[in-house]
């Protein structure tokens, strides 16, 4: 989700980012120190990848599915209502097509239209900003690449990989799973596994009923833990990491003001789950996860049910 | 999803069943010959469990899952658009609350709130009534039975057994699937399993571009195959069906105008998907369905994405 703070000033990053992807894309990046040598020389990234604002289309799932079993499920949804924590959720001025624009909050709106008390029949109209409670981040969200629906059923279904940063996070809300936690991870359980989904557990699904979920600061800002940028680049490069997954509302936090994880990840056809709930339900290795995202034409994302199968 | 013609109908429908059920429930049904001898025997449906109109809320997945092996996914979902075929989708005029109101049509909007081209990001409000799509018709549709949010996730994940009647609703949009076809499919597979999700493939899901979808007669209703409400009190007595799928819009067709499955099945703590594409798909017996149900607060049901693993 992006913060209506940042859109004018992203135009300029956009600028800033296809002028480093045009002199060798992330390669650039690892020649500036962020990266270990070892990425960087895996696979470098054509610049063409990037420089281009449509990227290509994938099908991460070219091979069959591996053989999963699986004798439990586990809910890695919270419940969305209308006081669910967003963006957004006192509205917002924001500048759109030049406009100066108020931005009503980005929450969802369950309305009756059929009640049973009167009609014998339950029906509601609802109406949400797509990134609210448990939710898809698209490519469309940050680039014009895939949406919600052009995204194949079998990509949807991945391996599970959680890495817990919960001592760092309880300590510091803007903590960041960094390059050294998968290390870490790796060490303790071999590579990443291809097509997998990487997802963060940092504790914070616990907080979503205080204030602490957002932890604004004194200037309005929220503050929760993300993915370091060096980190997203090794899941990219060194390794065929298909989606992230967050159990706070971003992927990027204050570190990467002008929203670098998202342009990166969704800018190259990969996808996210924000607002993720139960992790410490699920093993760190070896679950699958499930992303029940409807198949709404055009959607940049959205809630969706997302589940474990253990 | 509820005609709107029906709405007043219902509510003395509504009467006469409770009349019914506080002679014996399903019993009194069987004893008036709509059922075979061997299912009112084997379990009789207390007067109860139908006579109170706020159902027990059940949790079928007591024991855990089945261990479950799959190696490809399979999507079940249509993609959603404003032009997705539905009721009331050239909007009516119904009477809720003793008045007259006139209700728009139950189509889905997609409106764009940022857009790449100003904004660098993507981000959409979607509005939609519940019962549009690929969608969960939870039991407080037709209930004050559960809401989507109230169903437990590991009830969304149940063995699918898909049962034929192409051959029929080719020949006949308001073919029904009988007792007797869950007969024949039986003696073929052995009894339905315990927990599982029985869906009718009509052939109806190919037709969705076309006006041969809603198949209006000449008094504007809509005709589509649908179950019988035999087949049904077969399901819910002599088996433990959680879940009914239908390739069409409506459990019921013109043949039950009550919208008496509706009723009976939802009314009785279980829960439906309807529009469901992709069934030629999956073999009959042996898959398993997965509810990808966003659980939006007091849902009475809403788009969803269902896939099944094979």
Redo the contacts between chains.
Sequence with gaps: M?SPAL?EQ??KR?SRRNALAALGGAGAAASSGCLPAAVSSKKSTPAKKTAT?APKKRRWASK????????????L?????PDFPAWFSEGKEVT???KRTF?PPAV?E?KP????E??????????????V??HMDAP?????GSTV?EI???D??LPLVVIDIKVRAAKDPLALLNIEDIRSWEDDHGPIPDRACVAMNSGWAKHVKTSKFKSLDKAGKHRQPAFHIDAVEYLMQAREVVALAVDTFSFDNQHSPGSDVHYRWLGDERWGIENVNNLDDVPTKGATI??????????????????A?V
Aim: aromatic share 8%; with cysteine.
């Design positions: 992006c859109i992203v135009k956009i604002p069959p599915v591996d053989q999963v079993s699986f004798s439990r499920v586990v809910d949804s919270h419940t969305l209502h759109t097509r030049g931005v969802v369950v239209v059929f009640e049973w009167h009609d014998k029949v339950n029906l509601n109209q609802v109406t949400y900003w797509e990134h409670g448990t469309a969200h940050f680039s014009e629906d194949p059923v079998e949807l279904v499930v992303v029940g995202q409807p198949s709404i034409k055009g959607g940049s994302g959205g809630p969706n049910r997302t589940m199968l």
